[in-house]
């Protein structure tokens, strides 16, 4: 038996994801940006992370070849720069909402959290690649995080009896 892509797709938009936006800076000095949702924590020792890029992206060489790259976890205000992240064919730096911030790497200042890193290892995944991040910096704000579910942006709803992740008693 075999899934479909239509199938597999289908089951996929299922599963709520953290919308991201990872940025880099190539050797000439051009910033390089995209939105992603695959995106995860790998190990606590050495700190990873992970972010899945397609191999046909036009951001995948700069960030196969990076030295470090950066990600923006987005707050729940956030879906106009995850949307412009993701087009094809417009200056995605252009609204001036990313300043260099941890490593010089362009950094949105009002993200939910930024995790600054050295790129450890890039992993064959199909048609994509998986970019492994040692994080060397990292950054925490309050607001809540932007989520992506059933094709469209959300705000996760805080389950009842829990405070900032701890349970009430």
Excluded: Y
Excluded at 34 to 51: A, E, N
Excluded at 149 to 164: E, H, I, L, Y
Aim: proline share 7%; charged share 20%; net charge neutral.
């Amino acid at each position: 038996m075999t899934i479909t892509p239509e199938e597999f797709t289908r089951a996929m938009a299922r599963v709520p994801a953290p919308v991201t936006v990872a940025t880099t800076v190539d050797a000439s000095g051009r910033k390089w940006g995209f939105t992603g949702s695959s995106f995860s924590s790998l190990s606590l020792t050495p700190p990873l992370v992970l972010i899945c890029l397609g191999r046909t992206a036009s951001t995948h060489e700069a960030f196969t070849t990076a030295r470090s790259f950066m990600i923006n976890i987005l707050a729940e205000g956030q879906a106009d720069i995850a949307r412009r992240f993701a087009a094809s064919g417009t200056d995605r730096f252009g609204a001036g909402d990313t300043v260099p911030m941890e490593l010089g790497l362009p950094g949105i200042p009002e993200a939910v959290a930024r995790v600054a890193c050295s790129l450890h290892r890039v992993v064959d995944g199909g048609d994509h690649s998986v970019l492994i991040g040692r994080v060397v910096a990292a950054h925490a704000g309050e607001d809540a995080p932007l989520v992506h579910c059933d094709r469209s942006f959300q705000r996760p709803v805080p389950v009842a009896g829990m405070v900032r992740g701890a349970a009430v008693r």
